[in-house]
């Protein structure tokens, strides 16, 4: 059994997800330093669940076969529920345009990246006047 934990512990470590997070902090402006933030943060947080984990079991594994209880079922529910609404809340946003906000003049911000004006433009643009 315990075995097969640290099978699971260092799988969970070694998730490509938290390795893909992490390359992509370093590619970042300061990244070494965010970097090793993240590093720091991501080993606490491993290590207050191993800490709740072994406050909440008293450091003894359940029995081998034995159900998960009533209440950890309701919760994988609730999670689920809330999860499943999430995704509903952003399903019916994806065809809408995004939320009214506004820049300190007044005007709606653009989403997009192009120039304002011809003047804006500059002598380096490949736009074509008509």
């Known amino acids: ?6 099978l699971i512990g260092l799988a969970m470590a070694f998730y490509p997800v938290a390795l893909t997070i992490f390359i992509l902090v370093l590619a970042s402006r300061h990244g070494p330093r965010k970097g090793a933030g993240f590093i720091f943060g991501w080993l606490v947080a491993l290590a207050v669940v191993a800490a709740v984990t072994i406050l909440a079991t008293g450091n003894k594994p359940p029995a081998t076969g034995t159900a998960p209880s009533t ?7 609730v999670l689920g529920l809330v999860l499943l609404v999430i995704a509903e809340r952003q399903r019916r946003r994806m065809g809408q345009p995004p939320s009214g906000k506004r ?18 433009w500059g002598p380096s643009s490949n736009l074509r006047y008509s």
């Open 1 to 6: 059994m315990v075995i097969d934990l640290v």
């Open 71 to 77: 209440g950890i079922l309701v919760i994988k529910i």
């Open 103 to 120: 820049n300190l003049g007044g005007k709606r911000a653009s989403t997009r990246c192009q120039p304002s004006s011809p003047s804006d």
